[in-house]
């Protein structure tokens, strides 16, 4: 059974004004345990607009958000139960902490939740433990920490709850290379370790194909390309026209095939590539 | 060249509890330059753009701009005629309801007299590209284009250098782009000397000269191709390369001799035909 199942989601902002804008136009789409998913798409696209409802954030004008098989807008008790298992992590998070040390922030999702103090305990120094800060930071101000390190806490903070799928939205934005890194691989152990589904938005496409399994292309509040990396990645001239770049080494790979150069299926990691052309040297492949 | 903004053994921290972040730097700009300063998060970079116009004040040692000693306060207005500012989020920095208004701005606090500032918003619009939008409202539009209000605010000022502190970090592709191409504009058809702060490793690419920072210093300063080269450097100090010289660097360990520093994938394609051929 899918995790979350997106039908035919229909939502409009500032209805019954001039600027009256259709988000998502029919949207249907199935997120699957255990899976990490890129939702990728121009300024504009819809793909926030879609991501707050999966926790109920949003409340769609046609259509149902469904969480492991039943309706979150069925109940207040349904809504609630889909919020803690669903953790949204907005962009640029780290304008949301509050609280007067990192302890109480991480520990405010899991104390909401009505948990024992000594689970809170446990599950805020686990959740450190996934973003890769040490104990250190927990009676520091989360104020006096770095860009990079106040949005990992704010992450922490909804690892905490432990939810079943996290969304984050735009996490790399703004940091610098080895932020980003650093951020890719919390998504990927995250994952590995609990089991638990993420899905991500970026407009980094090689931060996409470094962690996705699975990448949705939205474009003008619908669905427009999903597929493996590889499927949607092989598309170069379809991602264009939809207003994404294309990874510097697929762009990379069309000029070499431009060049005459058989090099077989177009690679977009550094890693692919190198193997692509040694294979194709060693074939004494020459123009 | 001419010289236009010299930094002589600066240091500034932001209080006394805290450590230097800047340490004895000294660093020049020059007339007509597009140069872009790298660097990781807490390199110093965002606080050194911010020393050039006198928004901070060095704790030692001098920074001139255009000749102008940044800590005399008299000189503050001299200094911001000379040098505007561009921030990372777009959304903290348009100030009037109607986009040409917005651009406006800058023009009428310099008492310029009216007819004067109408031309100068038209051809800084122009120039950005965003002349059709001159009676939008800014809020409606997207990221890359209030990048680019900005830009054509401090453009209508005719400031003779325009300093950007992560311009580009809040945008998409398309937006990064837009912003890219309007300051390569300024540049080429303006002669503006442009200082970009970024971490985008492909920004750097086609400028004329790059400075990386690190705690505080100059680690690096050079053309693209003299700064790209040191891959490992650039590596041990949180940076990457772009992604075409990684490739070429790969597969010279492998045992294939690419030659040159190709910083694009057409750069790479070139290369890749050279050795080619010389097996052929």
Known sequence: MSVISVKNLIYGYSKGTPFEKGALKGVSVDIEQGEIVAVIGHTGSGKSTLLQHLNGLLKPDSGDVLFEGKSIYESKKTLRECRFNVGLCFQYPEQQLFESTVYK???????????????????????????????????????????GEKRRVAIAGVISMEPKVLILDEPTAGLDPMGKNNLLNLIKNYNEKTGN?????????????????????MNDGEIALQGTVDEVYSQGERLSELGLDVPEITSLFIELKKSGFDLGDTEYTVEGAKNAILSYLRKGGTL | MNKIIEFKDVSFRYSEEEDYVLKNLSLDFYEGQFTCVLGHNGSGKSTMAKLINALLIPNDGKVYTFGYDTADENLEIDIRRKVGMVFQNPDNQIVATIVEDDVAFGPENLGIPREEIRKRVDEALKIVNMYEYRRHEPHRLSGGQKQRIAIAGIIAMQTNCIVLDEPTAMLDPVGRREVMEALHRLKNELGISVILVTHFMDEAVNADRVVVMNEGKVCMDGTPREVFVKAELLKSIGLTVPKPLELAEKLKKAGVEIGGTPLTPTEFAEEFKKITENRG
């Open chain 1, 197 to 217: 589904t993420v899905i991500f938005v970026s407009h980094n496409m090689d931060d996409v194909a470094s962690v996705a399994q699975r990448v949705i292309v």
């Open chain 1, 105 to 147: 922030d991480i520990a405010f999702g899991p104390h909401n939740m009505k948990l024992s103090e000594e689970e809170i305990k446990k599950r805020v120094y686990e959740s450190l433990n996934y973003v890769g800060l040490s104990e250190d930071y927990l009676e520091k101000s989360p104020f006096d920490l770095s860009g």
